[in-house]
Every structure is written in structure tokens, then in C-alpha cells.
């Protein structure tokens, strides 16, 4: 029970909420801050409701914030609420912006109180949830897809670091082989769900009339070869994640089925009416126009207002080709440390295949084809010849010219290109040396001074160039 303390100059306003929430809250209270200050350095309650007025006269000679900070030191992590006439409502919203959670208005109402202690705790899980996903997770080895240099994929790492934490429904869309199914992973990883059961679903794998036994299980009996109760997916994943791909394929009934577990968060197993809660987080993905089939009356239109409150799309491959040298050298890297041979590079003209081709089988594609080329190669490089012939078919990409704007003076074209050389010289040079600072300004001709100050011109953090002979901007 959470544990409330009231410090206010009439105990009687108080009667209502101790005969309202008594069984909800552990309730107690007092009337000097002074005599108060004690009770929460031992009771550690989590919340403390403050009268105007004491607080008026204990600012009077020092201010709110001080007065915060007081409480604060003796009971650390406690919400600070203050209680007002309507009369003084300017005052309590002025004390709030001084530092207060909140503030009630007298008389007391026991669901005004129980709204703003609720509110007050889901917004301090959010931001436990935020502050966790800015500590954990991010930076860890096997997430090096997170560096990337498209920013059509920024902005999608970005949906990601925002929803991860919520509990909210996401659906990601995007072309086969885009890596939705990583997405997914990632998503659940950077949650609090991180600890929980995965559990992923091919829904255009599974028939049509097992499409509900396999998501929610069924009872003995209930139908042919039934032979024993069977757990659906939703019960295995217990409070975890589970990831529907391929969502445009399940059946009609198992539409009313999933609608009702996302709605009620609840669902039955088939041959029972038994309902059973779900506490799952559900994230879709499809690669095909749901909204389409919807207007086809293929797919129910409220399921997918349902699915899609939080939509993410996933480029091709062909969209984001800049990072096409870091995807092989990872998946490279990946190979090396399930197979015995020590395979470090991919040939310049392979490199300069991958950048022409058109990748309609996107990354996926991309990880096979540097696996069947690593399973044939004997040498330390992947060559040109242990790759399929139709890849270098395709014309070699050729440099565009930037565009320049006619706007602008001699000098500031050039100090504008100019930037663009210093930053892909000193990009070039910092993944040559690893990111050794010393070793890097040497190369250039330059001091570390220098190099520091141009670095920081252009965004470049040596972090993101130790041991990998990848440029990683």
C-alpha cells in the first residue's frame, strides 16, 4: 500500500478521504511541517500533501524551493502535492512550477486524490523507463546495427528509443528482408519487458485452421487431434513481447480473436469460454498495405487502427546504401565467430558491386550472399568470384555532383564544399586509424588541438571509430 502524509491545519478535511481510501492507501497525518519533517525521515512515505498556508508561512523567510529541498533531503524520491482554496489556485500553480508534483483543491475528493497519485506514478515510471533505456542497452556490442549513417534509419532509431519503453502497440512495415524481425527484437531489448519471454509468430506460416490453436491455445476435444490441452502463444509469452509477423494473414476469426486481446486483454483458449488475461506487449509487422486490405474488406478496419497507434517503416535496403561497408564488415565479423576461418575483408570491386545493385531481397539478401561467398572463399578476402555473377551486372554507381546554389558568393561556395572535404578526409583518416586521436593528427599534418576543434566542426567523436576499420559518423 502506498503510503500517504497529510500536514494541514484542519484534520477534519481529511475525514472523507480516510473513510473513502483507508483500504487503498496507508494514511497518517499532522499538523506542523516541523513535527511532519520527523515522521517522513522514519515512515518514508511516497507521497506528502502540503496546506497552502504552512507552506506559505514555512516559505516566508526562504522560498518553496527550499523548503522542497528540506523535505527532500529527509525522505529522498517523495512527491510533494499541495492543497488549496479555490481562491488560492494562482498561488498553488505559481508553488508548482517552484517544484510541486502537483495540487488538490479543498474540499478533498477521494477520486480527484486517487487520479493525481495514479497520474503522478505513471509519469515517474516513464521517466524510470526513459532514463533506463538512456543507460542500458544501447551501446551493447551486438546492437552495432544501431550505428548508422542513413538518416532514414536515424529517424527510425529514434521512433524506437521514444516507444521502446511504453506499453504501447507497434507496427512496422517495410519491404521483406528490411529487418523488421531485428526491430522487433530491439524494441523489446530496449523495454522493461527486456527480462520476459520473446516470442515471435510467423502468421503466413502457420494454416489457416491452426491459425488460432497456435496463437491461443486450445482444450482437449476441441477438435480433431485435439488429443491435449495445448498453450497458445499468448499464454507463453506471459507479461513478455510477442512479435506477429506477416500480420496480413491471419484469418477472420482470429481477428475478432486478437481484437479482443488488444482492447479487453483478454482471450480463450479454442473449446473453452474461460477467459484469460494478457498482459503482453504485441508488435505486428507486415510487408504488405493493410490499409488496402482493409478497403478490400480483407482485414478488419478496427483491428488495424488498433495496430497501427505506433507505425514505424523500415527503408530498403536500396534507400540507405551508406551503410551497406558497415552491414557487410558486421555480418563479416558475425561469420568469423561461428566458423573457423579468419576472413577480414571484402574486396574493393565486391564493395563497389554492392553499391550498384538494387538489393531487392535487402539485407537478408545481402547476409546470404556474404555467407555463401565466405563458405567458398580460401583466402583472407572475399573476392569477386565467389559471388553470384548477375551482382555485377549493374553499372557502377558514379559520385553525383553536389548541388551547388547559385545564390550564394564564390567564397561561400567554397567554404561550404570545403566543409564537406574536411569532413570526409577526416572521416576517412579516423577509421584508418582507429580513432587514436595522436596517431590521426600526425597522419594529417596537423596538431591534436587542432584536430579536436575540427572534430568538433563536424560531429565526429572518436568512439565511433575504435576497432572497426568502418566509418561510423
Sequence with gaps: MKKLHFILRQMDALKGIQDSLSSVYRIAAGRQLSTALQILRRSKPEFVFVDIEILQQAAAESSYKAVFQTISFVCPNISILVMAPPELLPEAVKIVHEGAESYLTYPLVPDE????????????????????????????????????KSPSMKAVFEKIRAVAGTRSTVLLTGETGSGKGFTARLIHRLSLRKNERFIEVHCGAIPDTLVESEMFGHEKGAFTGAIKRKLGKFEIAGNGTIFLDEIGTITPPAQIKLLQVIQDGVFHRVGSEEDIRADVRIIAATNIDLKQ????KLFRSDL????????????????RKEDIPQLAALFLAKLNTFHSKNITEV???VLEAFLAYSWPGNI??????LERAYILEKTSILRPQ?????????????????NINRNLTLSEVRKQELGKIEHKYLDLLLTKC???VNVTAAAAGITTRQL??????????????????????
Excluded at 486524490?113 to 495514479?118: D, G, H, K, Y
Excluded at 565467389?386 to 559520385?399: M, R
Aim: contains cysteine; aromatic residues 10%.
Design 452 to 473: 579536436h576543434k575540427l572534430m568538433k566542426k563536424h560531429s565526429l567523436f572518436k568512439e565511433n571509430y575504435k576497432n572497426t576499420g568502418v566509418p561510423r559518423t
Design 364 to 369: 537478408r539478401e545481402l547476409e546470404n550472399i
Design 113 to 148: 486524490l486517487r487520479l493525481v497519485i495514479n497520474s503522478i506514478i505513471e509519469q515517474n515510471r516513464a521517466e524510470s523507463e526513459l532514463d533506463y533505456l538512456r543507460e542500458q542497452v544501447w551501446q551493447e556490442d551486438e546492437f552495432e546495427l544501431l550505428h548508422t
Design 304 to 319: 488495424y487502427y488498433r495496430l497501427n497507434v505506433f507505425p514505424v517503416e523500415l527503408p530498403p535496403l536500396k534507400q
Design 347 to 349: 574486396h574493393p570491386k
Design 293 to 296: 486490405l482493409c478497403d478490400d
Design 386 to 402: 565467389n559471388f553470384p555473377v548477375e551482382l555485377f551486372t549493374y553499372p557502377p554507381i558514379k559520385p553525383m555532383p553536389g
Design 434 to 436: 582507429n580513432g587514436k
